[in-house]
């Protein structure tokens, strides 16, 4: 499975059209946006449209700066291929996204390891692709030079709890593109420019 992952646009013309342009060269099984898609909800409506126009279905957490998280799950109701995943999954066969979004400035959840709790008893054998705006503890996604690790801790305890094939997170600019790992699980702040990430199960 073919992802196209990205974080972090802020209604930025040039990152939308680097992704535009990305999706429709590699036409990725799905989009994956961890968070702040827009600025202050700056055109947030027309950016949704535009990427919905792809017909490639597009998962979709909020970050901070994005509109209110029901402003941005009535959006995705109105759409064809937006699928809102904030503290919920979507099931694919093998496969089981899950996605958090908000915040990231955190660096403990409790509300999240109570979600996370609840959606361990749905994972079953699949492979899970956990999206959250936060990124992960301790690792170079969350990694500010000069002010060291700021990520979230409650996440990086989840990663080692249910070990996901992928994590997708955004937030910390300064981290945006950098790729580590924990286990077997491939961890990526991928920023507004996107990566393309090819999913073998």
């Given at each position: 499975?073919?992802l ?18 990305k ?16 600025d ?30 029901e ?9 064809k ?11 694919l ?10 915040g990231?400035?955190?660096?403990v ?34 990694y ?15 990663v080692k709890d ?25 961890l ?14």
């Open positions: 499975m073919k196209l992952v990205f974080s972090d646009v802020h209604s930025q013309r040039k990152y939308i059209d680097i992704l535009i342009e999706a429709k060269k590699e036409n990725p099984d799905f989009l994956v946006c961890a968070g702040d898609l827009a202050w909800g700056k055109n947030f409506i027309e950016i949704v449209k535009e990427f919905d126009s792809l017909k490639i279905p597009m998962i979709l957490i909020p970050g901070n700066h994005d509109e209110d998280e402003d941005v799950k009535k959006i995705s109701k109105e759409t291929n937006i699928i809102y995943l904030h503290s919920s999954s979507y099931e066969n093998d496969l089981i996204f899950f996605g958090y979004g908000g990231g400035f955190s660096k959840d409790e509300k999240f390891e109570r979600i996370v709790e609840k959606f361990k008893k749905t994972i079953n054998d699949r492979k899970v692709v956990l999206v959250t705006h936060a990124p992960v503890y301790g690792t170079k996604t969350d500010i030079p000069g002010n060291a690790h700021v990520g979230n801790k409650s996440i990086l305890k989840v249910i070990n996901p094939l992928l994590v997708v997170c955004g937030h910390i600019h300064e981290s945006a593109g950098n790729i580590d790992q924990i286990g077997n699980t491939i990526i702040n991928p920023g507004p420019i996107g990566k393309i990430i090819n999913l073998e199960f």
